[in-house]
Nanobody, 124 residues
Framework: QVRLVESGGGLVQTGGSLRISCVAS????????MAWFRQTPGKEHEFVAR????????YYGDSVKGRFTISRDKWKNMLYLQMDSLKPEDTAVYYC?????????????????WGQGTQVTVSA
């Protein structure tokens, strides 16, 4: 099992920036891709971004293209999400997820390990 712990969430004003992190531990050798999802009350998990662990191939959800940047430090087992130009609609709990498939994209069923989430709130 891969244990994932998110951090860095908080309150930010519209147009501001925030960087959230995820550290992976445990059986990380099986991880081929990591991703960020987000969830608001009453909604399903929304795909944010994915990065393949070895090649660094990146795929973004439409709602964050041009504003968010996913990155990883594979030697530290760290995943990051740099969020710029934040909007109130970005308010959500952000979850880190790991997949054994390098090309996993926006389906939650492709991700076998999940963190507890970190709250990001964007105020108007």
């Amino acid at each position: 099992q891969v244990r994932l712990v998110e951090s860095g969430g908080g309150l930010v004003q519209t147009g501001g920036s925030l960087r959230i992190s995820c550290v992976a531990s445990g059986r990380t050798a099986s991880t081929a891709a990591m991703a960020w999802f987000r969830q608001t009350p009453g909604k399903e998990h929304e795909f944010v971004a994915r990065i393949s662990w070895n090649e660094g191939s990146i795929y973004y959800g439409d709602s964050v293209k041009g504003r968010f940047t996913i990155s990883r430090d594979k030697w530290k087992n760290m995943l990051y999400l740099q969020m710029d130009s934040l909007k109130p609609e970005d308010t959500a709990v952000y979850y880190c997820a790991a997949s054994r498939l390098a090309y996993s994209d926006n389906s939650t069923v492709l991700y076998n390990d999940w963190g507890q989430g970190t709250q990001v709130t964007v105020s108007a």
